[in-house]
């Protein structure tokens, strides 16, 4: 809430700008003053160390020291100093007595005074110091002037001007001032890069704005039954909330590519394409899944793309009950109308006393394996598989396809996970016989082997189509991938979910051979603990 006549808050970005150009102006500032002070201590000390050397030089002049042990004030010493000052471009070099009484000076009206200042090198030592006196303040050497026996007579006092201290600051100083400005400068125009950048990757949003939609995130994310996985533009997890987690059967590392999180192929291919889908079904180890994918955009920036999977498993579980229950409806229905037939066909062979024709007809049904093995004396004691291939033969049958039972199929038991094995057998029937209605040979037929061993159950389907194409040999089994031409019914789940069912019981569904001369595609299953033991 806004209150009248208060101003806004500033935006996040230019707080960040504001206290960026603070703290570059305040450490620029600070460097600036520190590098002044050094070099100005730096300067004094060296200007002080040029005045000592001249005072020695000049103390060095024996007609100097000669003079002022013998007291003599002619001017000899006058000339001599201010020749020493004027070639040293000093301010002054002062020579005085024992006493502190000048011999020169570059006002002569102050010869013959006392030194404005102490006559420390009296003691016998060399002083530098930064002092002020008549000529003002200024950086000062002191040396004593010794006779040659050693005794002090005097001293040389020499004083640089403080001014040309300063200049000398002042000339080194302003390249430096130049060159902070520049990176004044510079630190500022970055700042600003990096407050429009900043903006830029919060979407223009302020960190209120930001800690709020943190919170609805985590809320929605982790308070809802669908899985959400999302990645950014570089294709790298950034979302995985834990219905996601559970649905895939386990959390991808957040930031790896999703080409290499470990996902199931049909997600990797919905992220690898970044296009919109709805209602697409992807399997996974022991799941079936409906996907939405969606690609996230704000304005003309791609932010990624977002799954939503939602669990279909318990729903397929059901259709495929409902399934197993209307083909065992159908081969109620195909028996009742089979029976009706062969009783029809027996009552009018008698009535019409044709006794012989009667008894043959009843051996061939006997010697027919098709007419007896879908009942309870027949080498099929599944109530499922039998109910399964009484309904796929009809079907087959219309679709002028010949299914039939191998001689050597026994399954003498009943199965343990009977929805799992008639949906891998339906999928591989309606397969082959699909491949076999298409295919060229004639006669179409399909050919079901079915074979009990101990607990495991072998399952061999074999079509006379024309075979699968060797460029499909190794797709077969993926999501979504079909060698199906007709389109208006949906392809590439069945042999997906087929081989998914029979990894969950840990066996084996192959393609042993895609084509041959005599038959075209036959397909192996291999369920171990299937079968109960024992007859049924």
């Not at 000398?168 to 600003?192: C, M, Q, Y």
């Not at 999180?261 to 997600?267: E, K, M, N, Y």
Request: glycine fraction near 10%; include cysteine.
């Amino acid at each position: 809430m806004s209150w009248p006549g208060r101003r806004p808050p500033l935006r996040f970005a230019t707080q960040a700008l504001l206290v960026q150009v603070a703290v570059l102006l305040l450490i620029l500032g600070l460097g600036f003053a520190l590098v002044a002070y050094m070099l100005h201590a730096e300067l004094e000390k060296q200007y002080e160390e040029r005045a000592l050397a001249v005072a020695r030089s000049v103390a060095a002049d024996a007609e100097i020291v000669r003079d002022v042990a013998a007291h003599d004030r002619s001017g000899d010493v006058q000339e001599r100093a201010e020749a020493a000052r004027r070639r040293a471009g000093v301010l002054f070099v002062v020579v005085a007595d024992d006493h502190g009484i000048r011999y020169s000076h570059p006002d002569a009206d102050r010869l013959g005074q006392r030194v404005s200042t102490a006559p420390e090198a009296l003691s016998g030592h060399e002083v530098v110091t930064f002092e002020t006196g008549t000529l003002g303040p200024s950086a000062r050497g002191k040396v004593p002037l010794l006779t040659a026996t050693g005794q002090v007579v005097g001293q040389v006092s020499v004083g640089i001007a403080a001014g040309e201290v300063s200049r000398r600051i002042g000339d080194l100083l302003r390249p430096a001032a130049g060159f902070t400005g520049v990176a004044l400068a510079l630190g500022v125009v970055a700042s600003a890069g990096l407050a429009r950048r900043l903006k830029r990757q919060t979407l223009g949003l302020e960190p209120t704005d930001l800690a709020d939609l943190l919170r609805e995130r985590e809320a929605v994310l982790h308070g809802i039954d669908e899985g959400v996985l999302a990645v950014d533009p570089a294709g790298r997890v950034t979302i995985c909330n834990d219905a996601a987690a559970r649905l895939i059967g386990g959390r991808p590392l957040l930031g790896a590519p999703a080409a290499d999180a470990g996902l199931p192929s049909g997600l990797r291919t919905l992220l690898s394409e970044r296009t919109k889908a709805r209602g697409v079904l992807v399997a996974t180890e022991d799941r079936m899944l409906v996907v939405t994918a969606a690609p996230v955009r704000r304005g003309d920036r791609d932010l990624g793309h977002v799954l939503t999977l939602r669990d279909r498993t318990d729903l397929d579980a059901m259709a495929r009950e409902l399934d197993v229950v209307r083909a065992l409806s159908d081969a109620l229905r195909a028996q009742a109308h089979e029976y009706t037939n062969r009783l029809h066909t027996l009552s009018g062979l008698l009535s019409l006393g044709h006794r012989d024709e009667a008894v043959a007809y009843l051996r061939e049904l006997a010697d027919d394996p098709l007419a007896t093995e879908y009942g309870d004396g027949g080498r099929l004691r599944d109530p499922y598989i039998r109910g399964l291939l009484a309904a796929k033969t009809a079907v087959a049958s219309e679709r002028g396809v010949d299914l039939r039972l191998s001689a050597d199929s026994f399954v003498p038991a009943q199965l343990k996970a009977p929805l799992d094995v008639v949906t891998i057998l339906g999928n591989l029937v309606d397969n082959a016989t699909a491949a076999a209605q298409a295919g060229s040979r004639r006669p179409a037929w399909v050919e079901v082997s079915l074979v009990s061993e101990a607990d495991v159950l072998h399952m061999v389907v074999v079509d006379s189509g024309d075979g699968v194409p060797a460029e499909a040999v190794d797709r077969l089994f993926d999501q979504d991938f079909t060698t199906a031409a007709d389109d208006a019914r949906p392809h590439g789940v069945g042999l997906a979910l087929a081989r998914r069912l029979t990894l969950r019981h840990c066996g084996e569904l192959a393609l042993t051979r895609a084509s041959g001369t005599d038959c075209g595609a036959v397909f192996v299953t291999r369920l171990p603990n299937a079968i109960t033991r024992g007859d049924a």
